[in-house]
C-alpha cells in the first residue's frame, strides 16, 4: 500500500512539473542571432491564402510580406522545385529534374519512396543554403526538406529527420521550438518546416474543394502553433519566418486524361516514367528507336498536349541541358494527364473517371502553378505587397538576411530584395 502511495505521489509530481515547466516557465529568448524558418507547404497555390482564407497564414502576410506570387520552377513537382528553392539554381543545374529520376550513366533511378536513393548524395548538386549557413559557421536544422537526408558535398544539416509523412504537424512544430531553446552556440540560425496536408488533399479532391480548405485549415494551425511558441518566447517579432510553396494546382477529371500507352510501341523503350503531368521516355538503344517513338506520338498525340526532344523543350523552360532528362519528354496542358490503358481500366472500374482530382507539373508560366511566399519578422517589410518573383531568388534573400555569402547560383537578388525592410 505504502509502495503504491509513493508511486501515485512520483507520478502527481512529474504531471504537475510537467505541465507547469511546458505552460509557466517558457524562457524569454534574447540572444537570438538573424535566424530564418523556411516553411513549405506544399501544394499552397498563390491563390489559397484568399480562396481558402487560412486566418493565421493572412495574419503574417498582412503585417508582414507577401508576393503576389512566387514563379516555380519547370517541372513544377516537389522535388525539383523544393531543391530550387533550397539551392537557388534550376532543376537543370541542380539535377533533381524531376520526383523521378534515371540516370542512364550509372542506370540508377531516383524516386521520392526510394529511401536509399533520395540518402544517396550523388543526385543532389549545387549548395543547398543550409549547407551555405553551416560552411560559414552557422548551424542548420531541418524538420523535413527533400536534400536534407542526405551529405550534399560532404555536408548535411546538423539536426534533419528521416521523411515520415506520419510524424504529426504538431510534433515538427515543437521539435523546431526546441531547437530555439538551445543555447545560442547550439542553436540553428536556418530551419527548415514542411507540411504536406495541402498537397495531398489537392490531388485527391481538387484544388477549390472544402477538403482542401480544410487541409489548409490544419496547416494553418501548426503555423499558429509556430507563432505563438515563438510569442512565448519573445521572438516573434524577431525571427524571420517564410513560408512558401513549391507549385500550384490544377484540377482534372481522369475521364479526359490522355493515353498516351496507345500512342506508340512501349517495347521500343528502355523506361518510361509516367508521371500524369511530365512523362519521360528513354528509347532503347538502336538505330531511329528515338525517332520511330518520337514521330509514332508525334501523328497521334491531341493538341491538348506538346512532345519535346530533349533539346527542342521550350527555352522559357531553363530546361533541357540536363542529360538525366529523358530523350523525348511528353508535356499535357493542364486539365489534363498523360495516362496508360490499365490505369483508365483502373480507374473506370472504381467509378473515378468523373471525380476532381488535382493536378501539377505543367507548364510554369500556368497561373494554376503559381506558388506562395509570405516572409515575416525583423527581415521584412510590414504590410507590403511585392512583384513577383522566381523560386529560384530565395535562395540569396535567405543569405541576405543571415548575412552569409552565397554560393553561384541562378537566382537574381534584385528581382526579390524589395521585400526586405
Ligand atoms: P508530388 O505531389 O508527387 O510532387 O509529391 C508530394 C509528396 O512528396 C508528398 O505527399 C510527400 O509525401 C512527399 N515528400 C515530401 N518530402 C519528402 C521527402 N523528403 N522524402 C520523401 N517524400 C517526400
Ligand atoms: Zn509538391
Ligand atoms: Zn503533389
Redesign the pocket.
Known sequence: MLKLIRSITVVLFLVIFGLSSSIFSQKTINDLKPTVILISI??FRADYIDLHAPPTIKALAENGTRARYMKPPFPT???PAHYSIATGLYPDNHGIIE?NIYDSETKSVFG??RREE?MNPMWWGGEPVWNTAQKQGQIAGAF???GT?TKIGGMQPKFWQT?D?TVTNFRRVDTVLGWLDLPQAERPTMITL?F?DV??AG?NHGPESPETKAAVMTVDGAIERLVSGLADRGLEKTANLIIVSDHGMAPYKQRDAIVLDTMFDTNLAERIFWTGEFVQIFPKSGVETEDIIYDSIKKKLPSNANIYRRSEIPKRFNFGTNKRIAPIVVIPNEGTTLTTRERTVTAANNGRLDNVRGA?GYDNDLVSMRATFVGHGQAFKQGFVSEPFESVDVYELICKILKIKPAKNDGKFKRIKEVLD
Open positions: 506544399d501544394g513537382k516537389t522535388f520526383n521520392l519512396s533520395v523535413f526538406w527533400p537526408e521523411y509523412g514542411y504536406s498537397d495531398d490531388h501539377h
